[in-house]
């Protein structure tokens, strides 16, 4: 089984519905992120939590929000979904303890807004 | 501004030659840089790394050189196997910050 997993995996909506992508990990890790993938664009940082009490903004957090509902679950809720929110999103989670501190990945939610 | 830089895009490579993917960084402040992989309807799987105090990680057929003076890393992959085409990130981060900066991938293609 996954350790990080992503629902749903593809999504199709259209503008101005709210959407809510949702992360769950076995890992016991206490560090989740949400970044979103595009094309020549890479990897980038929306929120992040180090811990249940945690939110962060990361460099992309407008017009996103995230909810931390337990340590093994964070969601990610875009409120009014408009079209250059279309995008590939990626959950990871990290462990401080780890004497690297890698992040591992889901396995992405494919997003389009029409 | 893109901190961290993969300049191409793409590369093909010839099945049991070397691939060489290069980025660059333009802050001097990060501390660690990562390579990961990624395939086709997967997330990213971390590769190997390499501190800012070393200028060379190995393992098995992967190296990353470091040249801090350059702001520049690459990996090396030798040899090249079919299974290695996959687009490639490197990823820089500041010490303390524990996030990633990403760039922007390169898809490696190797022939066989």
């Known amino acids: 089984d996954a350790d990080v997993t992503q629902t749903p995996r593809n999504r199709i909506t259209k503008t101005g519905k709210r959407i809510m992508l949702e992360c769950s990990q076995t890992?016991?890790?206490?560090?989740m992120y949400w970044y979103r993938q595009d094309p020549g664009l890479g990897l980038r940082l929306i929120y992040y939590?180090?811990?249940?009490?945690?939110?962060n903004k990361g460099e992309i957090s407008d017009g996103y929000s995230v909810s931390r509902q337990a340590q093994a679950k964070f969601s990610l809720s875009l409120e009014s979904a408009i079209p250059n929110q279309t995008a590939l999103y990626f959950c990871?989670?990290?462990?401080?303890?780890?004497?690297?501190?890698?992040?591992?990945f889901g396995p992405g939610t494919r997003l389009l807004v029409l | 501004d893109q901190q961290v830089k993969q300049n191409s895009p793409s590369l093909s490579v010839q099945e049991g030659r070397i691939s060489i993917l290069n980025c660059d960084y333009t802050?001097?402040?990060?501390?660690?840089f990562l390579w990961y992989k990624k395939y086709p309807a997967e997330g990213p799987t971390f590769l190997i790394s390499?501190?800012?105090?070393?200028d060379k990680n190995e393992d098995g057929r992967f190296t990353v050189f470091l040249n801090k003076s350059a702001k520049h890393l690459s990996l090396h992959i030798v040899p090249s196997q079919p299974g290695d085409s996959a687009v490639y990130f490197c990823?820089?981060?500041?010490?303390?910050?524990?996030?990633?900066?990403f760039g922007t991938g390169t898809r490696l293609k190797v022939l066989a």
């Open positions: 990871a989670t990290s462990d401080p303890a780890e004497y690297q501190e890698t992040q591992y």
């Open positions: 890992k016991g890790h206490d560090r």
């Open positions: 939590s180090f811990d249940v009490k945690d939110i």
């Open positions: 802050n001097s402040m990060f501390d660690y």
């Open positions: 390499i501190s800012s105090i070393k």
């Open positions: 990823a820089a981060s500041l010490e303390g910050t524990y996030k990633y900066i």
